[in-house]
């Protein structure tokens, strides 16, 4: 059954580069002539055009188009294919061309398992744009998990410990945090900021033994980095950051170039649009997304963090 619904979502590719059926499998066509009139004029004119490159096809393409269709509205999950189409669409044309050509020469359960790795090594790239750092995917990986395993450990200590922070603006930010994680990472880095490294130990006991766990997990490149601190709390701090930033970077994955458009248009200060209007193109994105990630953490946690900002 995964392997048709694969084949479905891959097929609609070879259609779409013929230039109509996804599209036109995507909307609510006109079914009347009175339809067809209620249409904006831009859309009458899109819709000829596609009737126009369907005539173009041979009666085998059409008949290709018009299977897949039906499969399509048969599937009972039309609304969630249709969505992938789209995504799987427009991630081929933000390719170019020759390397579109190659994926779509392939047969399909190659070009799944192609397009498998490519997205992943995607969101890889990406995931250590917004980090800025210098370790690798697997490191960065182990961290997140490692993080999210410690959060989920400690809930019950961190909201404990959430009842001895004083601050009114800190205290709201908490009372307003629904998600679990994002809440004992605010706790978390309060209570670093207002205490520093000297009750650590004693608030979480085992926490030489998950650090030791962790490093041991990770790559040389992770373990001279850590070693390369300079006492208990640049160490401390290296971890939680490392925690925080791949806890974020997650969760940014999602967030679509035209959020980060909107972004740039709206909430971008001059000083930061200026920069980034000065960068080589291919800088861009990656800067943007920084951009996007500093401005949406937390106030107390940015102060933790600037306070060891050469910690990498």
């Given at each position: 059954m995964k392997s048709r619904w694969n084949a479905l979502i891959l097929l609609s590719s070879c259609l779409a580069f013929l230039g109509l059926p996804v599209s036109l499998g995507q909307q609510n066509l006109p079914r009347t002539v009175e339809q067809l009139e209620q249409l904006a004029p831009e859309q009458r004119n899109e819709l000829q055009q596609k009737k126009v490159r369907f005539d173009q096809l041979t009666e085998l393409q059409r008949q290709q188009y018009r299977d897949f269709n039906q499969q399509l509205n048969a599937s009972g999950r039309?609304?969630?294919?249709?969505?992938?189409?789209?995504?799987?669409?427009?991630?081929?044309?933000?390719?170019?061309?020759?390397?579109?050509?190659?994926?779509?020469?392939?047969?399909?359960?190659?070009?799944?398992?192609?397009?498998?790795?490519?997205?992943?090594?995607?969101?890889?790239?990406?995931?250590?744009?917004?980090?800025?750092?210098?370790?690798?995917?697997?490191?960065?990986?182990?961290?997140?998990?490692?993080?999210?395993?410690?959060?989920?450990?400690?809930?019950?200590?961190?909201?404990?410990?959430?009842?001895?922070?004083?601050?009114?603006?800190?205290?709201?930010?908490?009372?307003?945090?629904?998600?679990?994680?994002?809440?004992?990472?605010?706790?978390?880095?309060?209570?670093?900021?207002?205490?520093?490294?000297?009750?650590?130990?004693?608030?979480?006991?085992?926490?030489?033994?998950d650090v030791t766990d962790l490093i041991g997990s990770m790559s040389e490149t992770a373990e001279v980095l850590y070693a390369s601190a300079e006492s208990d709390q640049q160490r401390l701090r290296l971890v939680l950051r490392w925690g925080y930033y791949s806890f974020v970077a997650q969760s940014m994955q999602a967030v679509t170039d035209d959020e980060l458009l909107e972004f740039y248009r709206s909430e971008l200060s001059n000083e930061h649009r200026n920069y980034l209007d000065r960068q080589p193109p291919q800088q861009v994105l990656p800067i943007l997304r920084r951009f996007y990630f500093q401005y949406r953490m937390p106030e107390v946690i940015q102060r933790v963090l600037s306070a060891n900002s050469d910690d990498s």
């Open positions: 039309t609304d969630k294919l249709r969505a992938i189409m789209r995504s799987y669409t427009q991630w081929l044309l933000s390719l170019d061309s020759e390397e579109r050509q190659r994926i779509q020469a392939l047969p399909v359960e190659e070009r799944l398992q192609e397009v498998v790795h490519l997205v992943k090594a995607e969101r890889e790239q990406r995931f250590k744009e917004l980090l800025d750092t210098n370790l690798s995917g697997t490191d960065l990986t182990a961290v997140a998990q490692w993080y999210d395993r410690w959060l989920v450990a400690q809930t019950q200590k961190i909201d404990e410990l959430g009842k001895m922070i004083e601050d009114g603006r800190t205290q709201a930010l908490i009372a307003a945090t629904t998600e679990d994680k994002q809440r004992a990472t605010i706790i978390v880095f309060a209570l670093l900021r207002k205490h520093g490294d000297s009750l650590w130990q004693e608030w979480f006991q085992n926490w030489d033994m």
